[in-house]
């Protein structure tokens, strides 16, 4: 059994937290890309959505996790009882969540679903693969926005395809490398080949934003649709 060493430390984050909703039981937030979700076991990785939130909102967790490059929605509970019932709307897939993203290259068809199990590589770490024997399970549908090029400061006209993503499972880094399997990374991801194009390593970031959350409100039952443009 590898042992994983995470020799990861977070720059410093200056962008705000976006508050978008808040009730006595849930927060609906818009992170910022280049902030943790939770923090690391390395002190340096203190500074995360939870670390800034439970100083505002003492008892708040959260629910589920955006990577550490990816911006947008995020629901987080204030108290255990509304986390296990937020909790089981994610396990039961009741939950809609869409994505928007940039993937290099043209994408030759306007929709399609990949379909690939996903497994955790501790010799890898942090890198996930695709693994049939050992993965679990993993789908997502894209749908293709627009076809562009983009000029980079060099000159270079890239090739970016804008997608909607929506996952139909939760798996860890599910989008990034789902994407990759595609032949069309995401533009700025360091993990799955999203800087290796010509001129994609000038991405300012991994374009992968969190665009909407479909979920109910565990008191209120009212189904909350919120969305977030995308910053790119």
Known sequence: MSTIIDTFIAPPCHDEIEILRQDEHLLIINKPSGLLSLSGKNPQNLDSVHHRLVHLFPGCT??????????GLMVIARNKAINA???QQFSQRSV?????ALLCGHLADDEGVIEAAIAKDPALFPLMSICAIHGKPARSRYRVVERLYQTQESGTELALTRVELTPETGRTHQLRIHCQLLGHPILGCDLYGGKRLPGSEQASRLMLHASELHFVHPVSGELIEARQDSPF
Not at 62 to 71: A, I, Q
């Open 62 to 71: 959260l629910v589920h996790r955006l990577d550490f490059g990816t911006s």
């Open 85 to 87: 019932a937020l909790c």
């Open 96 to 100: 809609t969540k869409i994505y928007q």
